[in-house]
């Protein structure tokens, strides 16, 4: 396991405290996911730019259609590709929120 510096350690602990603001009163995947949704909603200005597995793309929308098992579904498009649905692999919503791959 690899050492954090300092900005590191205070980048993870800002990320804790966030999700633990986010998921405050959210119990279980489903309320957790519904969660993480309104908040993208609210706080994230779409289209923004982004990367996908080291690819640059535009975020166009993200969803949450109350499946537990597809979870939080991002709206993305590269360049040279039309717009295509991805979705989140299932891990851990506490550490790995709004990864998505296209």
Known sequence: MMK???????NAAE???SIAQITTGAHGDDE???AFHRAIQTGVDLPCDA?????PVSMLAFDYDGNQRRGLVARC???EA???WSRQPRSSLR????????
Request: proline letters at 6%.
């Open 4 to 10: 954090m510096n300092s900005d590191e350690r205070k």
């Open 77 to 79: 498009r590269r360049e």
């Open 32 to 34: 957790q996911l519904r």
């Open 95 to 102: 550490h790995n929120p709004v990864v998505s791959i296209c």
């Open 82 to 84: 039309p717009s295509t």
């Open 51 to 55: 990367f996908v597995i080291g690819e």
């Open 15 to 17: 990320l804790d405290l």
